[in-house]
């Protein structure tokens, strides 16, 4: 697998999650798999292997110094290293911009992590995500095409976002050592510029989505982000595929992150996993008994930020609570730390990126909320059914496939007014205490551990291999 984040080591979002525990859920089934991410600056050297020094990747003229380390995990975990490229504050950019040598940093990655698959793990699938890896492909169709390592192996394209495509100026064709062929409508060419995600989509054996409602959401103008054509044209290779989540990790049964563990069966534990989190975050004991609102998100857009902020105020009137964890854009950042300013007493907001307290918010919280404009997937309101947080989603991509009436509340309608009618319906079931016990039960009884969707993902490598 190539790709620009696994957890624990790399990890901005769900992608981390998804490449970091599929691998071994594929093992457990008898495949092998392996990882390749590169070596960010946040990962230190210290605890890694290097298992292959000095390997030059070449772009055009350009020559670029990398070596590969492996990490202590259960499964082949590579990290291509290449300091001037990679050692940075940040994975993509710094301060909300992305950094300018990204199409080069990533073919260099791509390349990086053919070489890995040459000389450290024989592979017959690779396996690419997002438009970070999307030259992969690429390559393989071009300068390696005659290269009798990759003869027969197939290439599986997964889009876990069609909002981040890797877009760059036509220029950087040289820079990055693509072949000017390459450069059509049905390869990497999208609009006059150069698309790293589209020559995934163009150019992979097949492809496939995170959530089936995705797999056709993304077949339109409204959710296609302009590549809904070609992704039309090759409907016939695109599948949804929902992704599983590592129960190991996110269970109240035996989170180490969490004040006091609890199960369906007991619940009691939850209780205090909310007063500890109402007082972590400054807000009084005394609503206890009155609903607590998560959020565990990037601030965008696309997480729905902008109605939230549209519906916030009509939401407060009910006499519930809100916590909120979160990075993302700027505008957003503030938009929520401002509305913490206005209600000190009921709303409280921490900017960053903190892995533990996005446990804390998953337990102690009542209900979750999730008022994406599209979400390919999503695993917090994955999380949230197994911590007996009741989740209140936008039905959309994979938000609509995993949330039904009985463990969860949808509405449709982009807009404020949905959400807020979304929200007092969740209060005013929590008012029946029987009525949003049940609720919670059952949730925390849905079962979307990996076992089904590994095999999906087995049985789709395995159709790869027989193809011509
Ligand atoms: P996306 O990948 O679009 O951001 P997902 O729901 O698939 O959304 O996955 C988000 C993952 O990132 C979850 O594991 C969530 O807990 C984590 N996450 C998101 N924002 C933060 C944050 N600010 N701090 C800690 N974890 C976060
Ligand atoms: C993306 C999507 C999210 C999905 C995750 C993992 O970041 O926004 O919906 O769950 O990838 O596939």
């Known amino acids: 697998m190539v790709s620009s984040e696994a957890a624990p080591l790399a990890k901005t979002g769900g992608l981390a999650d998804v490449v970091g525990s599929l691998p071994p859920a594929l093992r457990a089934l008898g495949d092998e798999a392996a990882v390749c991410i590169p070596r960010y600056g946040s990962i230190a050297l210290k605890g890694l292997r290097r298992v292959y020094d000095a390997l030059p990747v070449y772009l055009g003229v350009d ?3 990398t070596a590969i380390y492996q990490a202590p995990e259960e499964y082949p975990f590579y990290l291509l290293d290449c300091p001037p490229l990679f050692d940075r504050a940040g994975f993509y950019g710094e301060s909300g911009l992305d950094y300018p040598d990204n199409h080069i940093r990533f073919a260099v990655f791509c390349r990086g992590a053919l070489a890995a698959a040459r000389y450290l793990f024989r592979t017959e699938i690779l396996h690419c995500h997002d438009w970070q890896s999307g030259l992969v492909p690429a390559y393989l169709r071009t ?5 009798p390592t990759f003869v027969g192996v197939k290439t599986l394209f997964t889009i876990h976002n069609l909002g981040y495509q890797g877009l760059f100026p036509k220029t950087i ?10 450069f059509q409508p049905n390869g990497l060419e999208f609009f006059g510029s150069v698309s790293y995600i589209k020559s995934g989509i163009a150019l992979a054996d097949a492809l496939n989505t995170v959530s089936p409602t995705y797999a056709r959401e993304i077949q339109t103008p409204e959710f296609g982000f302009g590549l809904d054509g070609i992704l039309r044209a090759r409907a016939g290779v695109l599948t949804g595929i929902l992704n599983g989540v590592d129960y190991r990790e996110w269970s109240p049964e035996t989170d180490p992150y969490i004040p006091a563990r609890y199960s369906a069966a007991d619940l009691s534990g939850k209780r205090v996993c ?3 989190l109402l007082a972590e975050f400054g807000l009084p004991a005394a609503p206890v008994g009155r609903p607590l609102l998560g959020i565990v998100s990037r601030f965008t857009r696309q997480k729905g930020a902008d109605l939230l902020m549209e519906a916030i105020r009509d939401i407060l009137a009910q006499d519930v609570y809100l916590v909120a964890l979160g990075n ?5 950042e503030e938009a929520f730390l401002a509305l913490a300013g206005s209600f000190p007493d009921r709303v409280r907001v921490r900017v960053g990126f903190d892995e533990a307290l996005a446990h804390r918010i998953e337990a ?5 909320l999730m008022p994406s404009h599209y979400e390919p997937c999503g695993l917090n309101q994955i999380y949230s059914l197994r911590y007996g947080t009741v989740p209140v989603v936008r039905a959309t991509g994979g938000l609509d496939d995993t949330i039904e009436e009985g463990t969860g509340f949808k509405f449709t309608e982009y807009s404020g007014a949905a959400l807020l009618g979304a929200v007092l319906e969740a209060v005013r079931t ?4 029987p009525v949003w016990r049940d609720m ?13 969707s590994a095999a999906a993902y087995s049985a789709l490598y395995r159709d790869l291999l027989t193809r011509p």
Do not use: C, V
């Open 63 to 65: 020559r670029y110094d």
């Open 143 to 147: 300068t390696f095409s005659l290269d």
């Open 173 to 182: 064709l040289p820079e990055a050592a693509l072949d000017p062929a390459l």
């Open 274 to 276: 909310k007063e500890e």
């Open 328 to 332: 993302g854009d700027p505008e957003y």
């Open 364 to 368: 102690g919280a009542d209900m979750f």
């Open 430 to 433: 929590f008012s029946n205490e």
């Open 440 to 452: 919670m039960r059952r949730g925390m009884a849905r079962d979307f551990s990996w076992k089904t």
